[in-house]
Structure formats: structure tokens, C-alpha cells
């Protein structure tokens, strides 16, 4: 069987990963073969910015040829990999008009490191404006499509990674997170995406939205493929002080373990009365799974999505008009009028209200860090709402503040615990749903595995888009 | 003073002037920033240590 013969699109990275080290495929194919993909899809679903394809099949040989010389690196090597447009790697526009015209001379540390394992890079995806502002039909930018349904939104901020890779156009893609931005794009695309602690992954060379709730991390097809990516990007790194030192653990060691023994809590004051019907029945279906698959499953006490969104939403507000500022002074219009309103907003943040946002977090981190005496880890649907249809033009913003938004992610934002979205079926409309696992600071391992066993129990992760 | 006034001075303050268009759902969401602060302080009153203050610079424990 040769590399050619095989429909690539949907193979998971671990899959592929094993292909390229048995060499039976080998980089530059499978390159070359995602970017005729990405050459006929990109035009529906506009995930992709920038798409380097000369450097990527330049990399690709370099990978082909030291695979075939022996020096094979691991499960990254020769993958063709994606990044979100805030991250530092040639032109970077944060999907913005500010900085349209940006090339950055730096790259960003993660993707340094995917340099490191040997990964190809494809290109630059799509993003909300600056990781934060929804963009609509009349963006500066034009907004990234949801691969099951082109008239949705795919979710944010992180648009592009979520919608290239359920679409077939990369293996694996980098985001952002700091309310949701991994997980609930993952939730709108049928995919994986985790947010590892705070302190995991090196957001150097990334924009900030919010110094310290900014996280980023892999959106993947697969939970496996999750933990090989999580593993390339991970550990110290001395341009960003809070990259935590010491040994990265192995992130795949506990893939496939039973559940038995596990014990996850269900915060139910959290999301139960703002959850959409149909989604809150396929999560407490996928609760009986895994209490199936041997894990105990518990309702624990927990703060509320008002408190969580009242902490939350004036500090990133605030962290977000502190790094804009000069721009914003200089040339307001260039920002689109979702960023104009929220930078606004978070420069009438007083410092006694952020200071008490911040004392608020603690609160709730330590309430739910004690959690852990009863439990391993927490889980709960990734969002209580449907997928939006995306917009026409901006319309009325004022609909967007306050608690309305609910999406159940900003919570592990301000605890920095590891959160990995996975999905747990389709709504009616045939759109993917998710769930959400939760775990104690720096064990990933424990998600890792709660996710892996309900994934390997259920069909989701192998349904795709017909494209 | 109104809300509009109050959010349109402190923005002045830090030398921004926006266009009338984007008042209306600016003071929206600083509204709503506003009436989440008795949840927050509904948090506070649960701890007796007025210092708590997470390490934003730190690391998640």
C-alpha cells in the first residue's frame, strides 16, 4: 500500500504518526497531499489565513529525508501542523486590520518547539479579532466557517484551528484559551481541544488577550493526538516567567486504563439551569457512560456561572484595553466595533473592582481545589448553548455582556486547572455537542485518561465532515 | 452623573475618545460588569483573609 492510495484527510495524527515511522508514508506525501486539500477547501471554509505551502513541502522533505536516514524524532515528526494567526510565525494578523500588515520577526515558542519534534507547518489559521471579537460577513477578515454547516459559526476564538482540523486540513492545530477559546471551538467542530494548567505551554511570541488567563494548547481529532501534541509544546521556557520549570511527564502514559476507581464531580449548579435541553440530555447520557466504564460519578458543590462570568469578564476586559491602549488611542476605527466595545468597557474597569475580581478567583480556585478530596476530576458540558449562526454585520453588541453567554470554560481559566473538551454527540440539527473534564493543577494525565476511555467507548471522534 | 458620562470621563482619562455610535453597548457591558460585583463580594464575604489575591505572574498550585 502506498501513502497515495490512502485517503489522509481524516487519519488521526497518532495514525499517521505511526504510518511515517513504519515508512509507509512519508512527509512530503502527506504534505502534499493536505495542501491540495487545503487548496480546494479553503475557499469554503476559510480557515487559513496565510498557507505557506513552499516552506511546508520545503519541510517536509527535510522530514522525509531524515526519517528515511534514521532520524526519526517521534509522533510529531513530518506532521503537518497549523497555527493560530496570534501567534508569532511570519504574518500575523490576529485577525485584525491593526495588524494586517504585521510580520513577526520572532516565532512564538510553541511554535519553536514544533519545530523542534519535527513538525511541518502549513500555515496561519483564522482567529477572532485579536482572540476575543466575533467576527461577522463584513469582518476585516473574513470569518472562518463551521465544517458541518458552512452558515455557522465554528466557535472561538481559536475558528480556524477548530474548523481546519474537523475539516481535514491539518492534523493538529495550535489555539488559545482564555475564557474557552480551545474548548468551545473543539465543541463546535466535533474535536478535541485542551487546555493544559496554567503554566503548561509558553505563551511567548502569542498576543495576550489577558496576561494571566491567556492558555495555550492543542486542538486535535483525537484525544491521543492530543497528548502527542501537548507533549512537543510543554515545559519551561525562559521567555515566559510563568512556563513552569522541571520534568514534562508523559502525557500518554495512562492512555487506555481503565476507569475503574475514578471518581469525576459533577458541578451542577453550574450549568444546569442555563443549559440547553438537548445538550444537557446528551451530557447526562455520556454521564451514564462513563459510570459505565467503571468511574463513580457525583454531584459536587460548586459556584455558579454568574459568579464565575462576574470575575471573569472584567479582568479580561481590563487586561485586554491595558495591551491595546496605544492602539486604541491612536486609531480606534481600526479596530472592529465588538473590540471597541469590550477594550471600552475594560478601561472603565476601576482598579479596587479588578483587584476584588481577582480576590473573587482565588476564592473560587481554592473552593474548587478542595473538590479534590472527593474527587479525581470535574465534569460538566463544555457549553449549555447551541452554535450561533454567523452574522451579517455586527448589529447590536449589547446583547453579547453580562452572565447571557453560557459557555461553562472561563471557570478553569480562573483556576487554571487542565480542561480538555471532547465530543459526546450531535444535536437534532446535526451539529457537534461536547463535554468537558476538568482536572487537579498539572495532572493532564487524569484527563487524559477519563477522555481517552469515552472516546474509545463511543463513535463521535469518527464521525467527520462530508467534504 | 449618568453611567454614560461616568464611562465617557474615565475613558478621557486614559486620553481615549470613542465615537457616540459605540456608547450605547459600551455602557452596556461596563453595566453588567457593575451588576456582577455583588456576586463577586458575595465571594469575598465566604473567606476572612482580605488579602487573597491570586499570583498572576505565578504559578496555578
Known amino acids: 500500500m502506498t501513502a497515495l492510495a490512502l485517503d489522509l484527510a481524516y487519519l488521526s495524527l497518532t495514525e499517521l504518526a505511526g504510518l511515517i515511522r513504519d515508512r509507509r508514508a512519508t512527509p512530503l506525501e502527506v504534505t502534499t497531499q493536505l495542501l491540495d486539500r487545503i487548496d480546494r477547501l479553503n475557499p469554503l471554509i476559510a480557515a487559513y489565513y496565510t498557507v505557506f505551502a513552499d516552506d511546508a513541502l520545503a519541510e517536509a522533505k527535510v522530514a522525509t529525508d531524515e526519517i528515511a536516514a534514521g532520524r526519526y524524532r517521534g509522533p510529531m515528526h513530518g506532521i503537518p501542523v497549523a497555527v493560530k494567526d496570534i501567534c508569532e510565525l511570519g504574518p500575523t494578523t490576529a485577525g485584525s486590520k491593526v495588524r494586517a500588515r504585521y510580520v513577526a520577526a520572532e516565532e512564538a515558542t510553541v511554535v519553536r518547539k514544533l519545530r523542534e519534534a519535527g513538525s511541518v507547518l502549513l500555515g496561519k489559521l483564522a482567529t477572532y479579532e485579536f482572540a476575543i471579537g466575533t467576527p461577522t460577513k463584513s469582518s476585516y477578515f473574513p470569518p472562518a466557517r463551521n465544517a458541518w454547516n458552512t452558515d455557522y459559526d465554528p466557535g472561538g476564538s481559536s475558528s480556524g484551528s477548530g474548523a481546519a482540523v474537523a475539516a481535514g486540513m491539518a492534523f493538529a492545530a495550535i489555539g488559545t484559551d482564555t475564557g474557552g477559546s480551545i474548548r468551545w471551538p473543539a465543541f463546535a467542530n466535533g474535536i478535541v481541544g485542551l487546555k493544559a494548567t496554567y503554566g503548561r505551554v509558553s505563551r511567548a511570541g502569542i498576543f495576550p488577550l489577558s496576561w494571566n488567563l491567556d492558555h495555550a494548547g492543542p486542538m486535535t481529532r483525537t484525544v491521543a493526538d492530543a497528548a502527542a501534541m501537548l507533549q512537543a509544546i510543554a515545559g519551561e521556557d525562559p521567555r515566559d516567567v510563568t512556563a513552569v520549570a522541571g520534568p514534562v511527564p508523559d502525557f500518554s502514559a495512562r492512555l487506555g486504563r481503565s476507569l475503574k476507581g475514578m471518581r469525576l464531580g459533577v458541578p451542577r449548579a453550574l450549568f444546569e439551569e442555563s443549559c440547553d435541553a438537548e445538550i444537557l440530555a446528551l451530557f447526562n447520557v455520556a454521564v451514564a457512560q462513563l459510570q459505565d466504564l467503571g468511574a463513580t460519578v457525583i454531584d459536587v458543590p460548586t459556584v455558579t456561572h454568574n459568579q464565575v462570568m462576574a470575575a471573569h469578564m472584567p479582568m479580561m476586559a481590563a487586561d485586554a484595553a491595558a495591551y491595546h491602549l496605544p492602539d486604541f488611542r491612536a486609531r480606534p476605527d481600526d479596530f472592529s466595533p465588538y473590540l471597541r466595545t469590550m477594550i471600552g468597557a475594560g478601561l472603565a474597569v476601576s482598579a479596587v473592582h479588578y483587584l476584588d475580581c481577582q480576590r473573587a478567583r482565588e476564592v473560587i480556585r481554592r473552593q474548587l481545589l478542595d473538590g479534590f478530596s472527593e474527587i479525581d476530576a470535574y465534569l460538566l458540558p463544555t457549553s449549555g448553548v447551541p452554535m450561533p449562526l454567523i452574522q451579517d454585520a455586527p448589529g447590536d453588541l449589547a446583547h453579547l455582556s453580562g452572565d447571557g453567554f453560557a459557555v461553562y470554560t472561563g471557570v478553569f481559566n480562573l483556576t487554571g486547572f487542565p480542561a480538555m473538551s471532547i465530543p459526546c454527540g450531535f444535536s437534532a440539527t446535526g451539529m457537534p455537542v461536547a463535554l468537558q473534564i476538568a482536572g487537579r493543577p498539572f495532572d493532564e494525565a487524569t484527563v487524559l485518561q477519563a477522555g481517552h476511555a469515552y472516546e474509545q467507548a463511543t463513535p463521535w471522534h469518527s464521525r467527520h465532515p462530508d467534504l | ?61
Open chain 2, 1 to 61: 452623573m449618568t453611567l454614560h458620562d461616568l464611562v465617557k470621563e474615565k475613558l478621557l482619562a486614559e486620553g481615549v475618545t470613542i465615537n457616540d455610535k459605540d456608547f450605547p453597548a459600551l455602557v452596556t457591558w461596563y453595566a453588567s460588569y457593575q451588576a456582577g460585583r455583588p456576586a463577586v463580594e458575595d465571594l469575598l464575604s465566604l473567606i476572612d483573609e482580605p488579602a487573597v489575591a491570586f499570583s498572576a505572574l505565578g504559578v496555578a498550585k
